[in-house]
């Protein structure tokens, strides 16, 4: 970003370049959350208009293709922030990747969705399973249910190198996976990554922030606001 303001000394606009840079990161951390966002929300609803369901072959082939993209932008989300966290500093990447151990140790779907990208990218895609049952609507009336699930022995039942743990998971899991619920689990832990990122570049910025923020506004108030 250039600075044009002619008013501006040399140090004045590394104050306003600085805030500039710090505010990408926040940005860019942002960008990718909403990359995600919009996939998880495109088979959130796909799942949720039943009438999609209908056709189970059609079903399972467009489920199965937003999965992968869900997947694949959740996969760059969790990179982008790994490799900022690691280029701010040792201590700041530490702490960060503390919080999303937790995450990963702690919940089944975060595990399983994780090693999930690899698998669907090289061995297969992942829901096989939809089943139909006739349920009682508001109204008393009949109507046809559809849930979609992932089958364990599926999975398992490949040559794909799971991690120890997901593959004891898989192997003791008691039958089908919900997908639905599955992938509602996984954008808690994704809203949590966020969360976290977001906490560690304040931790590690507010104070210089703050600073610039001021100087800033010193700034604006000798010279007018500066164009950037």
């Given at each position: 970003m250039e600075i044009t303001d002619?008013?501006?000394?040399?140090?004045?606009?590394?104050?306003?370049?600085?805030?500039?840079?710090?505010?990408?990161?926040f940005n860019v951390v942002k960008e990718m959350y909403d990359y995600y966002l919009y996939d998880f929300q495109v088979i959130t609803d796909y799942i949720k208009d039943k009438r999609n369901l209908n056709d189970k072959f059609k079903s399972v082939d467009f489920v199965n293709l937003y999965f992968l993209h869900f997947l694949s932008t959740a996969r760059t989300f969790y990179q982008y922030t790994e490799n900022l966290f690691k280029?701010?500093?040792?201590?700041?990447?530490?702490?960060?990747?503390?919080?999303?151990?937790?995450?990963?140790?702690?919940?089944?779907?975060?595990r399983l969705c994780y090693q999930m990208r690899n698998f669907t990218q090289h061995h297969g895609l992942a829901i096989t399973n939809i089943q139909e049952k006739l349920k009682l609507n508001s109204n008393g009336e009949k109507i046809n249910d559809y849930q979609i699930f992932i089958d364990p022995s599926i999975l398992l039942n490949t040559n794909y190198n799971w991690n120890k743990t997901v593959k004891n998971d898989l192997e003791n899991y008691n039958g089908l996976i919900?997908?639905?619920?599955?992938?509602?689990?996984?954008?808690?832990?994704?809203?949590?990554?966020?969360?976290?990122?977001?906490?560690?570049?304040?931790?590690?910025?507010?104070?210089?922030?703050?600073?610039?923020?001021?100087?800033?506004?010193?700034?604006?108030?000798?010279?007018?606001?500066p164009y950037l």
């Open positions: 002619k008013k501006l000394t040399s140090e004045d606009k590394q104050v306003f370049q600085r805030i500039a840079n710090l505010s990408y990161q280029s701010i500093g040792k201590k700041e990447f530490k702490e960060w990747k503390n919080n999303i151990s937790n995450i990963y140790d702690n919940n089944f779907s975060y919900d997908f639905y619920q599955l992938i509602i689990n996984y954008d808690k832990c994704i809203n949590d990554i966020l969360l976290y990122s977001y906490i560690g570049l304040m931790d590690k910025y507010s104070t210089e922030l703050n600073q610039l923020m001021s100087k800033a506004m010193e700034i604006e108030e000798e010279v007018g606001i």
